[in-house]
């Protein structure tokens, strides 16, 4: 069983910057961050493959998150600039336990998930 142990969020003005990080207790391949608002669904974020060469990102922060990871460190990251306050949710981190990215957009393809953070940004 692999344990995801988040940290980061908190509270910041619009415009700011926040970064996520997310430590894998165990062996994971891909990995993806998703966040859920107050009322609304789970919605992805970013993800990326095990070797880190490929990333995907939501159409609504690319340009301002960046997604990243350390295998050293089995540490991945989610690098937030110019927060916005719909940007505003609980934000969680997720791990697959098999090789592949396809659908890495997808929730249900991943095995393990984080505690959840949650992200505030004030107007």
């Known amino acids: 069983q692999v344990q995801l142990v988040q940290s980061g969020g908190g509270l910041v003005q619009a415009g700011g910057s926040l970064r996520l990080s997310c430590a894998a207790l165990?062996?994971?391949?891909?990995m993806g961050w998703f966040r859920q608002a107050p009322g609304k669904e789970r919605e992805f974020v970013a993800a990326i493959s095990w070797s880190g060469s490929s990333t995907y990102s939501a159409d609504s922060v690319k340009g301002r998150f960046t997604i990243t990871r350390d295998n050293a460190k089995n540490t991945v990251y989610l690098q937030m600039n110019s927060l916005k306050p719909e940007d505003t949710a609980a934000y969680y981190c997720a791990a697959r336990s098999r090789q592949g990215f396809s659908g890495s957009y997808d929730a249900n393809t991943y095995d393990y998930w984080g505690q959840g953070t949650q992200v505030t940004v004030s107007s």
């Open positions: 165990g062996r994971t391949y891909a």
